[in-house]
């Protein structure tokens, strides 16, 4: 493995002034009564940031009630004039990518050589959702009943609560945001306490282009501010990105007000790898599918499941390829991997590891600090593991991969199916009529042939089983942030048939 050390030429300095240290609401940066506050931590140094704020329920009050007061005057905007402030808005961080990229690595540890992909990301997908939001589809309106017109209305829910994980800030509060804002509902997002910055830097851009009242942001702890928002009278929808236990906290939460939810949960993918594949061409893949954001992403390539005649030439590649890796801190343009995002997830993954070595995996690749301070964990191999073992069934959500042996394709496709996660999983073969056929059998949201890891704004993005329901991106997106009205008209009593 290739690695680096930090050093003074790419560590990464604040830059205070494009730092907000406020919870954004109604149109104006506020004060939270806690002076306090949440340390903000770099992972590749250890070094404090800043403090935000740690918003309480009073935060939460006076958010969603200037939420509550913009939803009806934003949901009557013509759908034009939504999407030309979410172009705007769009426009802001296709001009902001420097500053944005730089928070999020200093943040959230994203190798600034990649990292401004994901901003180019979040424009697009305000931009997708600026067009989708004036093509709300509904049912013909007819006659179908006798003497009367049936109309179909889909329409905004109201305020949206928002509540957005540490491990792709930006993109991932923008890739809820522009659906919401697009279908006229308006919004309270909380960002992760981890990493706050790029969703405050986000507000900063937003302030003059969206209304007061539309697009509030507040920080804070999950367990208070996220808390509050969850189970809120005056919140009609949350849409969460967390774990799989975070989301049944808040749908428990959110159920005591029968509030709409949408849930993004973990994920445990499998790469399925039958006899037949390119090794080379599976090895590379996963270079990217299981290590990309030091995988810390809830369709990393986790579980490679392999048929036994192409084993050992896999096994081979992969190692080849996780060997070159570059792994070192986010502020060199170099990097390839840069460090876990916080320390009590460190942590976390450290302790799967050990244990799985306690119960007879081994490691192959990795396992260590990959410099020996801040938040890094090596890209790491693990072979000889019961499929029933906790490294196999749970998600570990770090840069850990695990091969297992499969005797066929059938087998393959049932230890794949074998979990309690469902969001994302891949196929590898030459033959087109099996890999539809494995497409067909896995039960997963996202199925990918021949690659792992792929997405665009146009198509769905949501999990079965474990993983959650609901769907990101596309127009299905919108389903979740509108409801459907029928409004009956009775028609005059002309005589005529």
Known sequence: MSSSSTDTSTALQPATELIENRNYIDGSWVDAADEVGLEVIDPATEDVITRVPAAGEPEVDLAVAAARRASGPWSRRPPRERADLLMALADRIDADVAELSRLETLNAGHPIGVVGGEMRSAADRLRFFAGAGRCLEGRAAGEYAAGY????????????????????????????????????????????????????????????????????????????????????????????????????????????????????????????????????????????????????????????????????????ALLSEVGTLHVGPPADPAVEMGPLTHERHRDAVVGFLERAVAAGGRIVAGGGNA?????????????????????????????????????????????ANDVEYGLGASVFTRDVGVAMDAARRLDFGTVWINDHGAVTAEMPWGGFKQSGHGKERSVYSLEEYTQIKHVMIKLPDSGAS
């Not at 999950?222 to 969850?230: D, E, H, L, R, T």
Request: glycine letters at 8%; hydrophobic letters at 45%.
């Open 149 to 316: 017109t049936s109309i179909i209305r889909r329409e905004a829910i109201g305020v949206a609560g928002l509540i957005t994980p540490w491990n792709y800030p930006l993109l991932t509060a923008v890739t809820k945001l522009a659906p919401a804002l697009a279908a006229g509902n308006s919004v309270v997002l909380k960002p992760s306490e981890q990493t706050p910055l790029s969703t405050l830097r986000l507000a900063a851009l937003a302030a003059d282009v969206l209304p007061p009242g539309v697009h509030n942001v507040l920080t804070g702890l999950g367990s208070v501010a996220g808390a509050a928002i969850a189970r809120h009278a005056d919140i009609d929808l949350i849409s969460l990105t967390g774990g799989t236990q975070t989301g049944r906290d808040v749908a428990a939460r959110a159920a005591q007000t029968l509030k709409r939810v949408h849930l993004e949960l973990g994920g445990k993918a499998p790469a399925v790898v039958l006899d037949d594949a390119d090794p080379a061409e599976v090895a590379r893949s996963l270079r990217a599918a299981s290590f990309w954001n030091a995988g810390q992403d809830c369709s990393a390539a986790a579980r490679v499941i392999v048929t036994r005649r192409a084993y050992d030439d896999v096994m081979a």
């Open 371 to 415: 410099t020996g301070h801040g938040y890094f964990v090596e890209p790491t191999v693990m072979v000889d593991v019961d499929h029933h073992s906790e490294i196999v069934q749970r998600e570990v959500f770090g840069p850990v991969v695990t091969v297992q042996r499969a005797d066929d394709d059938g087998h393959a496709l049932q230890l």
